[in-house]
């Protein structure tokens, strides 16, 4: 039995903790100035002179003149006394890609006369993650791995490799990222790289680069694996045990684990490599099935580089996985790197190769994004980087070069090109093969416990350590690990694209997000708001795993008095509301306030946050502990949203009785969360379908109604089986 407070006393401690709730949420608002709101003078599609030329000044130290920005190429042109030492530019006027909150980070960006990044500052930026959870500086600290690196660098942002900013010795710069913030830095990385390598070819002399060739269609010939080496139509290049050893000055078998130990190996790698677009080498390779798939598949502008090796150093990673971009193998043109990518292309299918294409395991397609300036008809260098390690301590690095071109009757050049990037969507659920397959499958068990509730409810102990599972599995994997804590923040883009148009990329580009939001959309109007705020809430399952903790420590659990809980429910709604309004007025503020979710500070952050968001997420879980998930209840406008959308779901499956409120009280008394009232009645917009009342309903040793009724019949048998006198 849960202990009582008087409703003197009851009233009081909620008017404190409303003071406490209202103090703290000012606090949270307030706390970092204004400006922080995404409120600044770069906002504007334009910047003064004035403003533009203070901040180019903070870029190139040396400047003593800048010219007005040129109209026809859109940048600055840098002068120290009478000498031109560069440009600068904003990234808007070349590429806008939209981030994490539906708008464009804008960066001034400088370069000098031969290419190199000269600085990097940020004009404008809307990411929640930038705005109010790891801050500004983050971003800033970012940006400031790129000063010093030339536009031609072949630059890789992955925190997960563990590298310096230096040459890795694979032929590539890995710039660690931020946690947490993986779509909002590869927006900026993206934008970066495509602005600054835009303006060199527009204004440096070595980067210009004519109108790039197209394969020509209509040209196909039947053509066996020899006749296309023999043709040229396949690159083929052999990298030997003995320029390897003379290029190091010591024998391979210095270098353990690299299967360099048999005295015959001559062979190290032999790589074959192919341009797949045009028909006559790209049908003859993978058939034609395949062949039209991938043509299906790529859109205009981006070209496909097929590529295969033997022996016993790969061209690929031995970390590598599908979808990423090799480090190990890199390709230049123009001596200009072209950002590769796996396509993962025979993931999903088996390859069926012609009978004399050799069907080796680690055949890659990889994707040159439309806007790198690839010209297939042009030399394109592959480059090969041996990073060889003796121990742990003792390593040498060398690169392999070799360089091929194709046939000019293959190709074409065409008056106008379209060119379309790659979305940065599709790259990031190539990275999230595993995240994406376990939460789907999580999803498909989560749907057939609701399918089969019925069936389950006769078995409570399935039930009770079932639902704990599933509630550990929400909190660590969906989380913390896959970063799937939904948030009102998510709704505010969903709610401008109903004034400002809808953008399907713009909310694909978390694939574990928009998967839990899909799902939770649809099952929203089958069963109502309970599968995400019971099942699928990493905050709301932390919540309900410290409320169990706080029992155990047996720490006083507080029942509020029914009028009050029914006025407090109301303040959720007001929340939501109050934000949703204020996100078509002003988002940077929106964001702000946002931040009576503690989702950001407690899931996202794992409370690496200053001190005032800590004490704000980590005072609502201890609060959680004495009032069952008082935060999901009382204040939550996630929850209060679905509520609003849930109250049109199909299905009540929580099946009740006559006697179920007249008179039994037993599932009001055990509903911890107040979703049934003293009529007995389920109320859907409260209810996280923690199925506790269908299993007490289909309990004969719970349920008083048949507990009644079964005491009522065994009553009446023993009055038929007794003699009469």
């Not at 030997?240 to 190996?265: A, I, K, M, V, W």
């Not at 031995?318 to 790197?337: A, C, H, V, W």
Request: charged residues 20%; glycine residues 6%.
């Amino acid at each position: 039995m849960y202990p009582s407070m008087r409703y003197n006393n009851n009233y009081k401690f909620l008017i404190f903790l409303l003071f406490c709730f209202v103090s703290g949420l000012s606090s949270l608002a307030f706390a970092k100035p204004l400006a922080d709101t995404g409120v600044n003078p770069f906002a504007d599609d334009f910047i003064t002179d004035e403003v533009a030329e203070k901040a180019i000044k903070s870029i190139f130290s040396t400047a003593t003149r800048i010219d007005k920005k040129n109209p026809d190429t859109h940048v600055w042109p840098v002068y120290s006394t009478v000498d031109h030492v560069g440009y600068a530019f904003e990234s808007k006027d070349f590429i806008r890609i939209q981030g994490f909150a539906g708008d464009i980070i804008n960066l001034l960006i400088g370069i000098d006369n031969d290419g190199k990044i000269m600085g990097v500052r940020v004009l404008f930026q809307h990411e929640p993650i930038f705005m109010h959870g790891l801050g500004p500086e983050a971003l800033d600290e970012f940006l400031e791995q790129y000063p010093g690196h030339s536009v031609s660098d072949r630059i890789i942002v992955d925190s997960s490799r563990s590298r310096s900013t230096s040459n890795t010795g694979e032929g590539s710069l890995i710039f660690d990222g931020v946690t947490k913030a993986t779509v909002s830095v590869i927006a900026a990385n993206d934008t970066l790289l495509t602005a600054a390598l835009e303006v060199a070819r527009k204004v440096l002399g070595k980067f210009v680069q004519d109108t790039s060739s197209l394969p020509k269609m209509d040209i196909f010939e039947p053509l066996t694996w020899q006749q296309l080496l023999d043709k040229k139509l396949v690159g083929h290049w052999t990298v030997t045990r003995e320029q390897l050893e003379n290029e190091l000055g010591r024998d391979l078998s210095d270098y353990p684990g690299y299967g360099f130990d048999d005295p015959d190996l001559e062979v190290v790698s032999d790589i074959y490599y192919a341009y797949l677009n045009a028909p006559m080498i790209g049908k003859n390779l993978l058939g034609e099935q395949d062949y039209k798939r991938l043509m299906d598949t790529i859109k205009p502008g981006e070209n496909i580089i097929g590529v295969m090796s033997q022996g016993p150093y790969d061209f690929l990673e031995d970390d590598f996985r599908p979808g990423k971009i090799p480090t190990r193998m890199s390709l230049y043109q123009n001596e200009l790197p072209l950002l590769i990518r796996d396509m993962a292309f025979f993931r999903f299918y088996d390859r069926n190769l012609p009978e004399t294409v050799p069907d080796l395991d680690n055949f890659r397609l990889l994707k040159i994004k439309g806007n790198a300036g690839f010209d297939p008809s042009q030399e394109l260098t592959i480059q090969l980087n041996f990073d060889l390690r003796q121990n742990h301590l003792l390593g040498d690095n060398i690169n392999q070069k070799s360089a091929h071109q194709l046939p000019a009757e293959l190709f074409y050049k065409p008056d106008i090109i379209e060119e379309k990037r790659i979305p940065i969507w599709k790259r990031l659920w190539n990275s999230k093969v595993m995240e994406i397959t376990i939460t789907i499958l999580s999803l498909i068990l989560l749907t057939l416990i609701f399918v089969k509730q019925r069936a389950l409810s006769q078995y409570p102990r399935v039930v009770k350590y079932g639902r704990w599972v599933f509630m550990f599995f929400t909190v660590f994997f969906i989380g913390f690990y896959a970063q799937g804590q939904l948030s009102v923040v998510n709704i505010y883009p969903i709610l401008l694209s109903l004034r400002d148009g809808f953008k399907l990329d713009l909310f694909l580009l978390d694939p574990v997000l928009f998967i839990i939001w899909t799902y939770t959309f649809i099952t929203l109007f089958i069963w109502g708001r309970g599968v995400f705020c019971g099942w699928l809430c990493p905050f709301g399952a932390l919540q309900e795993i410290l409320a169990w903790l706080g029992k155990l420590l047996k720490f006083p659990q507080l029942r509020i008095k029914e009028p009050i809980h029914r006025a407090l429910q109301k303040l959720k709604y007001v929340i939501v509301v109050g934000l949703s309004a204020l996100c078509f007025y002003d988002l940077g503020l929106a964001q702000t306030l946002s931040e009576i979710e503690p989702f950001k500070t407690s899931i996202t952050l794992v409370f690496d946050r200053e001190w005032y968001f800590v004490a704000f997420a980590v005072g609502l879980l201890l609060l959680g502990m004495f009032i069952h998930k008082f935060y999901c209840r009382y204040v939550c406008p996630l929850g209060a949203g679905l509520a609003v959308l849930g109250r049109f779901h199909i299905f009540k499956w929580l099946d009740r009785r006559d006697d179920c409120g007249k008179p039994c009280q037993v599932c009001t008394v055990r509903c911890e969360i107040k979703a049934i009232p003293k009529s007995g009645a389920v109320d859907y917009s409260e209810c996280i379908q923690c199925l506790e009342c269908l299993v007490i309903y289909n309990d004969e040793h719970q349920c008083a109604p048949v507990m009644v009724a079964n005491k009522r019949a065994r009553k009446q048998m023993v009055n038929l089986e007794m003699p009469s006198k």
